[in-house]
């Protein structure tokens, strides 16, 4: 998927999503540090559909608000599109957010008031697009979430599924680069969920979108095309899963990680190519 630089920011378009270099991340509590994150190198390219496990504390959380620059890593560099932004000024890091990631959380996070669709022109209103277009192309999202006939509808008229489909709608409507989601079935049904990891992948195969989720669950991680686990701060392992493979069997070339090796692009030699649907 191309997208276009955000006027300002030079575009290094180069194939890659995100990429992370020896990343870590450490919490000041109560005069004590709290590692969360002791050296994370990974890169995902444009269109590379991944889940990102691992036990409660691992870290996970803390590697999504990262990769979504949400935060700052202690140390370490995040690149986005090729771009180094661990020097960008907050200003410039919140555009760069706001035009190359999409966010869609557990818990949704939509304007109970407000309707479908000027809760996915939201973030098109921060871009300074005007009313019109606004419209246009929020509407459009909807129609890709197919919730095209649920435009007026307030979140509470909706579905935990359809809700969910109104985030993820959102997080489109910027065309990003990257689609992050962080238990995005962790409070749905079972149909529900389906429905939403069913228009996630969707849009991951038609736009080209890169899609990487956090999840607890076996069963939603074991649908992506590359596993990460993370474990206490680390990423563990690092599984390309081939679905081109016959016979009903799913070949899987899994590489353990090991977090003592030096990490200087590790996680570019580690990454297995993975093949499309
Ligand atoms: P996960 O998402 O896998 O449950 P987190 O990224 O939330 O893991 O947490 C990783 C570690 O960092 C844990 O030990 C957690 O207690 C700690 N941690 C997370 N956020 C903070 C914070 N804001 N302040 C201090 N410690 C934190």
Same mark, same amino acid.
């Given at each position: 998927?191309?997208?276009?630089?955000?006027?300002?920011?030079?575009?290094?378009?180069?194939?890659?999503?995100?990429?992370?270099?020896?990343?870590?991340?450490?919490?000041?509590?109560?005069?004590?540090?709290?590692?969360?994150?002791?050296?994370?190198?990974?890169?995902?390219?444009?269109?590379?559909?991944?889940?990102?496990?691992?036990?409660?504390?691992?870290?996970?959380?803390?590697?999504?608000?990262?990769?979504?620059?949400?935060?700052?890593?202690?140390?370490?560099?995040?690149?986005?599109?090729?771009?180094?932004?661990?020097?960008?000024?907050?200003?410039?890091?919140?555009?760069?957010?706001?035009?190359?990631?999409?966010?869609?959380?557990?818990?949704?996070?939509?304007?109970?008031?407000?309707?479908?669709?000027?809760? /996915? =022109?939201?973030? !098109? *209103?921060?871009?300074?697009?005007?009313? &019109?277009? $606004?419209? +246009? @192309?929020?509407?459009?999202?909807?129609?890709?979430?197919?919730?095209?006939?649920?435009?007026?509808?307030?979140?509470?008229?909706?579905?935990?599924?359809?809700?969910?489909?109104?985030?993820?709608?959102?997080?489109?409507?910027?065309?990003?680069?990257?689609?992050?989601?962080?238990?995005?079935?962790?409070?749905?049904?079972?149909?529900?969920?389906?429905?939403?990891?069913?228009?996630?992948?969707?849009?991951?195969?038609?736009?080209? /979108? =890169?899609?990487? !989720? *956090?999840?607890?669950?076996?069963?939603? &991680?074991? $649908?992506? +095309? @590359?596993?990460?686990?993370?474990?206490?701060?680390?990423?563990?392992?690092?599984?390309?899963?081939?679905?081109?493979?016959?016979?009903?069997?799913?070949?899987?070339?899994?590489?353990?990680?090991?977090?003592?090796?030096?990490?200087?692009?590790?996680?570019?030699?580690?990454?297995?190519?993975?093949?499309?649907?």
């Amino acid at each position: 998927m191309s997208t276009q630089g955000s006027g300002t920011l030079p575009s290094a378009d180069n194939g890659t999503a995100i990429e992370a270099r020896d990343v870590r991340k450490v919490y000041h509590l109560d005069g004590l540090e709290v590692p969360a994150l002791r050296g994370v190198t990974l890169r995902v390219d444009e269109g590379e559909y991944v889940a990102i496990t691992g036990p409660s504390g691992s870290g996970k959380s803390t590697l999504m608000h990262l990769l979504g620059c949400l935060d700052r890593p202690s140390s370490g560099t995040l690149l986005i599109g090729g771009r180094d932004i661990t020097r960008l000024g907050d200003a410039d890091l919140a555009r760069l957010r706001n035009s190359e990631i999409g966010f869609v959380f557990q818990a949704f996070q939509l304007l109970a008031r407000t309707p479908a669709v000027d809760n /996915v =022109a939201l973030p !098109l *209103v921060y871009r300074g697009v005007g009313r &019109a277009e $606004r419209r +246009r @192309r929020a509407t459009a999202a909807l129609e890709a979430v197919n919730l095209g006939h649920r435009m007026r509808h307030r979140p509470t008229q909706l579905s935990g599924g359809e809700q969910q489909r109104v985030a993820i709608a959102r997080a489109l409507v910027t065309q990003p680069r990257i689609l992050l989601a962080d238990e995005p079935t962790g409070n749905l049904d079972t149909t529900n969920g389906e429905e939403v990891m069913a228009i996630l992948e969707h849009l991951n195969r038609e736009s080209g /979108v =890169a899609v990487v !989720l *956090v999840t607890h669950e076996a069963e939603i &991680a074991a $649908r992506a +095309r @590359r596993l990460i686990r993370v474990r206490d701060g680390l990423v563990v392992e690092d599984t390309a899963v081939d679905r081109t493979a016959t016979a009903g069997r799913t070949a899987v070339d899994k590489t353990a990680v090991d977090p003592t090796a030096d990490s200087a692009g590790g996680g570019a030699a580690l990454r297995a190519e993975v093949a499309g649907p």
